[in-house]
């Protein structure tokens, strides 16, 4: 259920290690991009690699943390560009809510309800939601 738990999350983490430090961000780009980019269907390896791309940028970020247990890159990653963020929210949008496979296919499990709330917490680091305001600053 962790970004890494699976086989394409799980390869795409063993390239990362393999690749030449200059090699990751740019391999993590092309990652998130492709599933970010408007496609008419995104498939599961592709949404999995995507989840298992924004997690580094999510552990990076000031308020993300360890992505959690499981397959991930053992190697160290550089420091990302800020402009990965946004590319990951994108691709982390794509994964919940555009047409995807790998969602549907959770939507029908029974931990799918906490697959979900996995992603959008992931999300959330990137680009919090912004809070209800509670007072009325002016009235109308």
């Not at 990076?60 to 499981?70: E, R």
Request: proline content about 13%.
């Amino acid at each position: 259920m962790g970004p890494f738990d699976n086989d394409a999350a799980a390869d795409f983490a063993g390239g990362l290690d393999e690749a030449a430090t200059a090699r990751r961000v740019p391999m993590i780009r092309r990652v998130l991009e492709r599933a970010a980019a408007d496609v008419e269907f995104l498939e599961i390896p592709d949404a999995e690699r995507a989840v298992a791309a924004a997690a580094p940028v999510v552990a990076q970020h000031p308020a993300g943390g360890p992505s959690g247990p499981g397959y991930g890159p053992s190697e160290p990653l550089p420091p990302f560009p800020a402009d990965l963020r946004a590319l990951a929210v994108a691709a982390l949008d794509q994964a919940l809510g555009g047409p995807c496979e790998l969602a549907v296919v959770w939507d029908e499990a029974v931990d799918g309800p906490k697959w979900r709330r996995d992603i959008v917490r992931l999300r959330d680091v990137l680009d919090p939601p912004v809070p209800p305001q509670r007072e009325v600053l002016f009235a109308v």
